[in-house]
């Protein structure tokens, strides 16, 4: 899977027209309607692994602090960096880290179930989705204190941000809803695209999407792998955040451009830095 149109090329058809007035996205399934005012702004981080949400998330905050109280949360499942630093514990850290890795992309992809050429993904086992069900919580309990800040007047950038349109590694739910799986696993899946779409139904100010090709990334996380990337950016690109304005940012540039460009974005924003 390759990238439709260069970082560069998204990038130059970005606009820049002032954020709409309302943080609550369109029609939910869900039945709670929340207050629509009333949320300082909240700037989200978005992009394929090694197109700097990290870096500039935390150089954002320092800069936008100065002229108004500002925070930044991770709003990842930040199981890739587990993988990784279970993986460095000498010894048993390699086998555990295959392990975790195979049972993840597992759930991912599904088990292809093979019988007169008709191929099933399905949901994972019980452990596995009690797992992934847990990390989705421990975000959900991190998106809430996104909004507890933006009730309290304090503008929040976020390192990634959740959406409910796309199950599987791209900041959706773990577990894939539309798969069959045990009764038990059905629920859970049920359960936690609740989760994601309450959060989705929070648009935020502002998405910032960072666009990054292959190459870039990959120089950027040696450790990750090509195919996974590759994924993401073609993703990344067709996820809509409940109509939120998104901004396309060609993070391929040197970084000081890239961080000088989104300072200049938000200034137009109202967001001095
Ligand atoms: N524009 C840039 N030019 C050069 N290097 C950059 C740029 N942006 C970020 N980097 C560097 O790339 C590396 C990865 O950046 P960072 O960890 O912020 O990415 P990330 O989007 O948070 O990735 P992940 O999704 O894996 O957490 C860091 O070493 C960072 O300093
Ligand atoms: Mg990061």
Redesign the pocket.
């Known amino acids: 899977m390759t990238l439709q149109k260069s970082p560069r090329e998204l990038a130059s058809h970005s606009a820049f027209a002032p954020a709409a007035a309302s943080e609550r996205a369109g029609p939910r399934t869900g039945p709670r309607t929340g207050p629509r005012t009333g949320l300082a702004p909240c700037v989200a981080?978005i992009?394929?692994?090694?197109?700097?949400?990290?870096?500039?998330?935390s150089d954002l905050v320092a800069l936008l602090n100065r002229e108004a109280p500002t925070r930044s949360m991770y709003l990842?499942l930040g199981t890739?960096?587990l993988g990784r630093r279970i993986g460095g514990i000498p010894l048993i850290g390699r086998i555990a880290e295959r392990f975790l890795t195979g049972k993840a992309s597992k759930a991912h992809e599904g088990h292809a179930v093979s019988g007169r050429n008709i191929k099933e993904k399905r949901l994972p086992g019980l452990a596995t989705a009690l797992a992934m069900f847990g990390f989705s919580l421990a975000r959900y309990r991190r998106f809430r204190q996104v909004l507890g800040y933006r009730r309290q007047g304090v503008q929040v950038i976020t390192?990634?941000y959740p959406q409910a349109e796309v199950p599987g590694s791209f900041d959706g739910p773990g577990l894939s809803w539309a798969r069959k799986g045990s009764a038990l696993v059905e629920r859970l899946a049920q359960r936690e695209r609740a989760l994601y779409e309450d959060m989705a139904s929070y648009r935020p100010t502002l998405v910032i999407r960072?666009n990054v090709d292959v190459d870039?990334a990959l120089a950027?996380?040696s450790d990750?792998q090509r195919a996974m990337l590759e994924k993401k950016i073609a993703v990344v690109p067709t996820l809509r955040f409940g109509g939120a304005q998104i901004v396309d940012v060609d993070?391929?540039?040197?970084?000081h451009?890239?961080?000088e460009g989104i300072r200049a974005v938000l200034r137009r924003h109202g967001m001095p830095s």
């Open positions: 981080l992009g394929c692994d090694g197109s700097g949400k990290s870096t500039l998330a990842g890739g960096d390192d990634r960072l870039t950027r996380k990750h993070a391929t540039r040197p970084y451009d890239v961080l």
